[in-house]
T-cell receptor, first 115, second 114 residues
Framework: EAGVTQFPSHSVIEKGQTVTLRCDPI?????LYWYRRVMGKEIKFLLH????????ESGMPNNRFLAERTGGTYSTLKVQPAELEDSGVYFC?????????????FGNGTRLTVT | LAKTTQPISMDSYEGQEVNITCSHN???????ITWYQQFPSQGPRFIIQ???TKVTNEVASLFIPADRKSSTLSLPRVSLSDTAVYYC???????????????FGAGTRLAVHP
């Protein structure tokens, strides 16, 4: 089966611009997660979708970040306007959710650089 | 929330067995332990998970004592390709439903030498 895919793999934008990251989960996976690692820090949870609904968005840093998952398939994470501290690697993961401990399958991430 | 503590780094040689121990003193009754592996420029990859006692799969074993306050990931006969960062995570079972939440720590950077 195809894994979790993220696009783009790299993005370089200027402060104040807008960037949209996309995640395509494994087909049939209802659970979709966004995580990020900023420079030198640990991987941090951002939010969790179950189908098209936001189950937990407690990790979203501020209102410049908007995540959507229309139709319960792919998800987008928009940063508007981007700030320097938003630089980092953004990971998407999905799981089937058949059991509460279904393993997460991660994509290879999008490396975002804000200059 | 249960936090994990694990060694920052470890060194080993090809063919040796590597054991990485993680402490999670505040683990709750319904939480489980899971380990992920990450190579540079890739996302974390699931290795193994367990709730108690011992779990074994084709790549690793996981030992969890009765008090569940720690766990040990065992990698048999490591090779150079096992050089990676290994994360010990506690999966938190949500009260509201059957969904999990993983909290990452700093991980253990394992270097395997020829």
């Amino acid at each position: 089966e195809a894994g979790v895919t993220q696009f783009p793999s790299h993005s370089v934008i200027e402060k104040g611009q807008t960037v949209t990251l996309r995640c395509d989960p494994i087909s049939g996976h209802d659970n979709l997660y966004w995580y990020r690692r900023v420079m030198g820090k640990e991987i941090k949870f951002l939010l969790h979708f179950v189908k098209e609904s936001k189950q937990d968005e407690s990790g979203m840093p501020n209102n410049r970040f908007l995540a959507e998952r229309t139709g319960g398939t792919y998800s987008t994470l928009k940063v508007q306007p981007a700030e320097l501290e938003d630089s980092g690697v953004y990971f998407c993961a999905s799981s089937s959710g058949v059991t509460y401990n279904s393993p997460l399958h991660f994509g290879n991430g999008t490396r975002l650089t804000v200059t | 929330l249960a936090k994990t503590t694990q060694p920052i780094s470890m060194d080993s040689y090809e063919g040796q067995e590597v054991n990485i121990t993680c402490s999670h003193n505040n683990i709750a009754t319904n939480d489980y332990i899971t380990w992920y592996q990450q190579f540079p420029s890739q996302g974390p990859r699931f290795i193994i998970q367990g709730y108690k006692t011992k779990v074994t799969n084709e790549v690793a074993s996981l030992f969890i004592p009765a008090d569940r306050k720690s766990s040990t990931l065992s990698l048999p006969r490591v090779s150079l390709s096992d050089t990676a960062v290994y994360y010990c995570l506690v999966g938190i079972r949500r009260v509201s439903g059957g969904y999990n939440k993983l909290i990452f720590g700093a991980g253990t950077r394992l270097a395997v030498h020829p």
